[in-house]
């Protein structure tokens, strides 16, 4: 499924997943702490940024479908590689691992 190219502040959704992986967050996620263990095991380019973030108004998640504690792995090209409930860093770790084809054990 491909990430719907909607308009967010500063842009369009997709040209934000363009430069390597973007990870979604929920607000219930700490992007601080995704930011700093996946800074430690993925060394392709990879992006945090929390839905909140991107746009204030609720209606991204909304649309998305997006759940508090949700992460959501954008690949490069829009498509989303994987939607993990109860997410945390090892779990998207993991997921981009998968999407890399294969990954060492986190």
Do not use: N, Y
């Amino acid at each position: 499924m491909i990430l719907p190219d909607l308009a967010v502040p500063g842009g369009r959704l997709r040209d934000i997943t363009r430069d390597g992986f973007l990870v979604l967050l929920g607000d219930m996620c700490d992007s601080s702490l995704f930011v700093q263990v996946l800074g430690k095991v993925i060394t392709a380019p990879l992006a945090v940024r929390g839905l909140a973030e991107i746009d204030g108004t609720g209606s991204l998640a909304e649309r998305l479908g997006a759940g508090p504690d949700e992460a959501w792995l954008i690949r490069p090209d829009s498509h989303i590689a994987a939607i993990l409930p109860h997410a945390g860093p090892e779990s998207v770790a993991a997921a981009v691992g998968r999407a890399l084809g294969g990954f060492p054990d986190i």
